[in-house]
């Protein structure tokens, strides 16, 4: 080999040791994007003793993977007129109000989905709002309608005006006395 080959070799070599360089240093200086959390709902309107499935997703719109990924809601404002009957693994934390998932990893360009099911209770509180709102990026609302009750209805008219009673109706009731008694007094002495 001479010592033309071997400078040759050694340039070719530091060029493309800049050039890995180079491109490490700009995929580092690009800023990572956040993950886009989202939630939606299987229903928006629900009655007591109906199932609700809310449904989260984070998206990774990086072209590398997140590793350790938490996904984590507040479910307190669920649990008022709900019950948990599944979170698909997640772990409840009582301090907060909410599900916690262990971290996982979401690769590059993809997402992951999380479900969290509930049941409606039968029994509501009085002084509920009778609405479940979960938040998770954006926020949804499913309106709990109460059960009608017997003797209540909410379309009841509250301009209803009772019948007339008292002096109207007991004028009416003295004027037909006199006159049946005026008629009678006539046909008496007509008779007599």
């Known amino acids: ?89 997640a772990n409840y934390n009582p301090a907060t109000g909410s599900m916690l998932w262990t971290p996982l990893d979401i690769p590059k360009q993809n997402s992951i989905t999380k479900r969290v099911k509930v049941q409606v209770k039968n029994e509501l509180p009085a002084d509920s709002d009778l609405v479940m709102r979960l938040k998770f990026g954006n926020e949804v609302a499913v309106v709990v309608t109460k059960p009608e009750v017997a003797g209540e209805s909410s379309n009841a008219s509250l301009d209803y005006v009772s019948p007339n009673s008292g002096l109207p109706s007991l004028v009416s009731i003295i004027l037909a006395a006199f006159t049946t008694l005026a008629f009678s007094l006539y046909k008496f002495a007509k008779s007599g």
């Not at 989202?38 to 590793?67: M, W």
């Open 1 to 89: 080999m001479t010592n033309r080959t071997i400078v040759a070799v050694v340039i070719l070599l530091a060029v493309l040791g800049l050039v890995f360089w180079w491109q490490e240093a700009r995929d580092e200086d690009e800023p990572k994007k956040e993950a886009i959390s989202s939630v939606s709902v299987d229903a928006t309107q629900v009655r007591p003793g109906d199932f609700v499935v809310f449904t989260l997703n984070v998206e990774n719109p990086n072209d590398s993977a997140l590793s350790g990924y938490v996904v984590e809601t507040n479910v307190s404002d669920l649990q008022e007129l709900a019950n948990l009957i599944d979170a698909e693994g």
